[in-house]
Structure formats: C-alpha cells, structure tokens
C-alpha cells in the first residue's frame, strides 16, 4: 500500500470559507430582521428562526440545497462558529423544513431587504461604458419534472418545472431581484410591471445617483413595461415581439427610413430608428431597427425569394441603433448567470413539495448568490489571487468561487483565548482570504 489511513487528532474542516460567508450574512443584517417577524421562536428552548436561515445560506453556499444536507454539520463546530449561530449547534434538518413551511412571505422581504443592504455596501457595482448601469430582466425556467411539487407545470422550455424570474443589475451579474413563478406562467404575467418598478427602485437604492437601463426580451415586450420604465425614470430597451407584422413590410419600411450597409455580396443591413405613436401611451414611443436581406446564401447559392431577418426594439436612449442592439445583446451574458445561480449552486431542483417553501429557499438562495459573488469579485482585487489567473479576468464563475475559497481546507485551534483558523503553508490564496475576513469582520 502506498498511504496508510488514520484518523487526526486535529480539528479539520473542508470549507473555511463559511469564515467570509457568515462575516458577509452579518453584514447584511438578516438575521435581526428574521427573528423581530418571529419573536416567540426566538426563545431559550428554541433554534432562532435567525439561525435557521444562516444555516440555510451556509448550506446553499456550499452547493447543498437538500434540507437533510446539515446532518453531518451538526457535529460540526466550525459551521456553527463560522455562521455565529446564538446556540453554537446547527438546527436539525426537520427543523429547518418545518421553520421554513411555516414561514410567511416576511421573510423574503427581509430577505430582500437584507439582499439590498448588501449590495450596496459590499458590491462594488459601476456603470457600463455607455454610462448606465445596466438592469437586466429575464425569466429562466427550472426543471423539476418527474416531483410532483406543488407549482410545477409545463414551461416554455418543454419540461415540467417552474419559471422564476430574475433581474441581475451590473456586468457582474448581482442579483437584484426575483419572482418565483409557476412553471405555466407567461413571461408577463399579471403584476410584471410592479415587479419592474418595484426592481428599478431597489436599483436606485443600491447604487444612489447612476442612471439605470433596464433590456428585456420580447417576452416582456408590453406597454405596462414601458409605462413602469418612464414612471421610475429608468431608460430601457425592449425587443418587441412581432407578431402579426410581416418581415416583408419591415423590409420596405427599412429601405425607407434606414441607413443600408452590404455587410457582403448578397447581404444587406438595414438599421433605423422610427418615432411612433402608441395607444396607451401619453408620449410617441421610438423604435430601432435592423433588417438583413439575403440574396445569396452562406453557400453562394442564389435565392428566389430573399431571407429575411428583423430584429426591433422599444428604446429610450438617444444612441445609434447599431449601438443601441449591440448594448441588448449584452443579454446573453446575463443568460450565465442564470446558470451559476440554477446549476453551481445546485437550486435547479427546489427541496420541498410547498410552492411557499420554496419561494423561501429562492430569496434565501439569492442573497446566498450575492454573497459568493461578492467573495469572487472582492478576492481579484488581491494580486496573490488574481495571479493564479489568466490577465484581464473581471469575473469568476460561482463554482470556481466555491471551489477555490468555500472548500479550502483549514485546521482550527484555541489559543491565548483566540479561535484560529490555519490555512495550508502553501494555499495560494491565502492573502486573499485573510484579507477579506479582517475587512468584513
């Protein structure tokens, strides 16, 4: 045999970043504000409901969304003293279902509230270089087929799950806010434009003075949306949804009004802005443009009929149309952070059957979300970490965070009446550890 196993004497935990995770929940403030909406399960005898959602965090942190994933960290000291939890003990997984069933919609405003508080002082979120701060709004459906949750139904993706949506403001893609959704609910649903509102003043709160630009798709191309973007005085592009007009129409009325471009022989790009009255609406609504025609297709071959592509947007900036549809397709970056949120952190599939349980464990899940991204983008401001990588990186992924800073191995000792954590003589990151834990805690 080449290794011979033994059981240390030592105190060794996988996952000392909960050290920089609990120093971040405390920041934010949630656990006062959980525990004055249950006040009574905050007695002696009973886990604070404030420390049953620390715990939660902790686990979502971990990539561990299973209620029943705390067992083994009930033995486990540091988990307990690394999130400050009041009895020094994790609850018990029943205890964390039944707290969470019984929890009310206060909870995720807590939640929220604690979420913005966060944001605004720990994440570093700077406008684009168009001058906004850009707000993204999308929703992205999770597959939970086969579970028989309560709210599970058939998505737009063609599976059964649920249709959450998301708002990520900032290139680094902070979460700002959510709807749990039904899986069958329409990307705008009733209450959507609230929900725009609501989000564009939590924006406002979280970086105070910097213009917002709010981009959706056309799955929220609808007046009410406009509406709420102007009365929060948020600018905003839109990409309309074309419904009943023909490509052919766009292609006359882009001929007419357009700047035309060959981009190659046999494709032309025609681009535009158009002014347009719209009922409902007290003020003419612009609207971009960009029409291609191809006569001859990617392999040479002439086309009877020309193909036609046409993308339009509601806007409100006063920004070339090129510029304007290259600042949307921005978008497609925020479709990774959906990602990291569904499947690095491991909430694609929800733990409980209660539709309210889980709409619990998302807003907990976001702030859970924010505080990895934050731990992320705090840690490449450290040149011993940010070395390790390849020049110019401005973002790591959610699973490269919990990988690189949550799962770091450390010893932990009592001495001269300190708790100590000690990091491997050779961990690469630790400057950037240590740093980060003296400035949050």
């Known amino acids: 045999m080449k290794f011979v196993i033994e059981r240390s004497n030592e105190a060794l935990f996988s996952h000392s970043g909960l050290a920089l995770v609990g120093a971040l929940i405390n920041k934010s403030g949630l656990a006062p504000l959980i525990d004055k909406i249950d006040p009574k399960r905050s007695a002696v005898n009973v886990y604070p409901s404030g ?42 997984s029943p205890t964390i279902r039944q707290r969470l069933d019984a929890a009310s919609a206060e909870w995720d405003d807590a939640a929220a509230q604690a ?20 707000l993204s709004f999308d929703v992205s459906p999770m597959d939970n087929s086969d579970s028989g949750k309560e709210g599970v139904s058939w998505t737009y993706k063609k599976f059964n799950g649920f249709a959450p949506m998301f708002a990520h403001l900032g290139e680094a893609g902070h979460l700002l806010n959510l709807e749990f959704r039904r899986g069958s609910a329409h990307s705008q649903c009733p209450g959507t434009n609230k929900f725009y509102r609501k989000t564009i003043q939590l924006a406002k709160q979280v970086v105070p003075g910097e213009k917002i630009l709010c981009l959706s798709d056309s799955g929220n191309d609808d007046i009410k949306n406009i509406k709420a973007c102007r009365t929060e005085g948020s600018d905003f592009i839109i990409k309309r949804n074309l419904r009943q007009e023909s490509p052919e129409d766009w292609l006359d009325i882009a001929k007419d009004y357009g700047q035309a471009k060959q981009l190659h022989p046999g494709k032309m790009e025609y681009s535009g802005r158009l002014t347009v009255s719209v009922e409902k609406l007290d003020d003419p609504a612009d609207i971009v443009f960009r029409v291609i025609e191809r006569t001859i297709d ?29 600042l949307y397709h921005l978008r497609g970056t925020f479709e990774q952070f959906h990602s990291e949120f569904k499947s690095d952190m491991d909430l694609e599939r929800l733990p409980s059957g209660y539709f309210a349980t889980n709409t619990r464990v998302m807003f907990l899940g976001m702030l859970a979300y924010n505080i990895l991204r934050i731990i992320g983008q705090s840690a490449i401001g450290f040149d011993s970490y940010a070395r390790n990588f390849k020049k110019g990186l401005a973002r790591r992924r959610i699973k490269s965070v919990i990988q690189d800073l949550l799962y770091l191995a450390c010893r932990l000792v009592f001495r001269s009446n300190r708790r100590r954590i000690l990091l491997g003589a050779d961990c690469p990151y630790f400057e950037a550890f240590k740093g980060l834990y003296y400035r949050w805690a």
């Open 51 to 92: 420390d049953v959602a620390k715990s939660m965090i902790g686990l979502l942190d971990l990539a561990k969304t299973d209620f029943d994933d705390i067992i083994p960290f009930r033995k486990d000291q540091f988990f307990a003293q690394a999130l400050d939890l009041s009895r020094e003990k994790a609850p018990s």
């Open 115 to 134: 979420n913005v508080k966060l944001l605004k002082k720990q994440a570093k979120i700077k406008p684009h270089s168009c001058g906004y701060v850009l």
């Open 298 to 326: 990617r392999k040479g071959q002439l086309l009877i009929d020309p193909e036609i592509e046409v993308e339009t947007y509601w806007v409100s900036l006063d920004f070339d149309p090129l510029k304007i549809i290259e």
